[in-house]
């Protein structure tokens, strides 16, 4: 029986390494959510119980607000792990095939390691940190008012 080469064809090498990456990392961020609902009191569930909510109300209306600031915990840093790729990419694909792979921090690592331009790989080693710093402070932002004003 044939299986399809899922590094080695252009239309399914980045989704490989989407599900490679979030098998690597949903564990990680499961002990976060789990010492989350830990936090949550019992009280509060008996509460809903005796009020006659139903779970998915209860969930909703209690445990994801709660949850609130671990998930944002968790998006920044899978958003920030998700630029971090350059082992995963330099052992499985190297960029290829035809470049489909290729993502920035890899480019940089080969522009200044490869083909020794240094001064253009620390220009946009500058041009990523100040990109992600922004989007860091957005999703803070953003997740924080939510968190807050709920």
Known sequence: ME?????????????SIIVMTIWKEAGFFMIFYLAGLQTISSELE???KLEGSSR????WRIQFPLLLPTTLFVFINAFLNSF?????LFVLTKG????????????IYETAFSFLDTSYASALTVVLLIAL????LGQFFFMDKRV???
Not at 133 to 136: K, Q, S, T, V, W
């Open 3 to 15: 299986t399809p080469n899922w590094l080695g064809d252009t239309t399914t090498v980045l989704p």
């Open 46 to 48: 008996e509460a809903a």
């Open 56 to 59: 998915w109300n209860y969930f």
């Open 84 to 88: 971090k790729l350059v082992d995963h």
């Open 96 to 107: 290829g095939p035809d470049n489909a792979s290729n993502l920035i921090l890899y480019y």
């Open 133 to 136: 710093a922004l989007a860091a």
């Open 148 to 150: 807050h004003y709920r």
